[in-house]
């Protein structure tokens, strides 16, 4: 498959993360409104997912994200209980890969017009998340937009973003950015449950090319296309807090979202140029396999655009690799070790024959 049905689908990673690093470089200029002052950021390293900040020697961990067009397989199968798990994985597991335990959670809701049991079921389901990962929720918005919403179906329409904090791990000094990398590491791979919240413009042009508009209803194995790729997030910070806890060192959390593997593993990477050959990634979901077939899309996109069945990894010593496991299993995760760092500045997933440079 070429870029050109990704692009078609409303998706361009190249573009997205120029717009991002634009965004940013724009932002990095207000850091000084806050210098020597509370509320002063302090990240070594650009392009990560949550960024630091100072308050009088307190450091604070802070990320945005939302669940982006996953919402509309919620729309669409009339599931809105699971959709809190998507919403709080990506802001707590961007903070876990920053090193910080996620603490508290806002978020915002903005609707067509409002459905009382949608948005229940919906705050009901972020509350199980948050209890899961020992989060509380301190502040929220729920804003009525009128015809400046649309989604599927005739009920409520919504778009559901949030922002996290978190507090720096009592472990370390600052943040995990990667710096702390040494060739011969091990890459501990964390096994995913399905799509997370990443992919899905791609996804449903594919299912929708496939089967038509009504494609979430169609028979997949035993259950149906919609309820299949709704599959809620793991949340992995619990676990990542329990390793550090633990007294492992981390040297580098990544976890795997919009850009897929190879995008995400190389944002710890490039600073220190460094490279990873992967030889014992967790297979993709068997419906990641067959939406990839359905879609005639090559294994190098693949890679780039869904978590392939890793969701994050792990970067220790090669002598922890083995706690690592032993803690995971322990707190119920799957885990396996994935490959190692190297010098190379190249990412290589030796299986599939592909091979990333680390930009």
Known sequence: MSSKMTKSSGVDIDLG????????????????????????????VDGLFSSMIDFNGTKIGISSDGIGTKIELAERTGIYSTI?????AMVADDLAAGGFVPTNISNIIDADFLDYDIIDSMMQGLKEACDFSDV???GGEIAELGSRMNGYGDRMHFNWCSTAIGILHKS????????????GDAIISLRSRGFRSNGFSLLRKILSDK?????????????TYGETVLTPSLIY????????DDGVA??????????GVADNLGRILKDGGFGAQLTN????????????????????????????????????????????????????????????INKSSRITIVEKNLDYPVE
Not at 17 to 44: E, H, L, W
Not at 237 to 244: H, K
């Open 17 to 44: 993360n120029r717009c991002s690093k634009n965004a940013y470089a724009i932002s990095k200029t207000t850091f000084q409104n806050r210098a020597g002052k509370p509320g002063m950021p302090v990240m070594d």
């Open 84 to 88: 809190g798990y998507d919403l709080l």
């Open 136 to 138: 509380a929720i301190s």
């Open 172 to 183: 370390l000094s600052a943040p995990l950015d990667g710096n702390a990398l040494s060739d």
């Open 211 to 223: 089967f038509g508009d009504a494609w979430h209803a169609e028979k997949y194995m035993d259950s």
């Open 237 to 244: 910070s619990p676990l990542i807090c329990a390793l550090m």
């Open 250 to 259: 981390c040297k580098g959390v990544v976890h795997v979202t919009g850009g």
């Open 281 to 340: 990634l967790f297979e993709p979901h068997d419906i990641m396999k067959h939406i990839q077939q359905l879609g005639d899309v090559s294994d190098d996109y693949a890679y780039r655009y869904w978590n392939m069945g890793n969701g994050m990894f792990v970067v220790v010593s090669p002598d922890e690799a083995e706690k690592v496991l032993a803690v995971a299993k322990e707190n119920n995760y799957e885990a396996c070790v994935a490959g190692t």
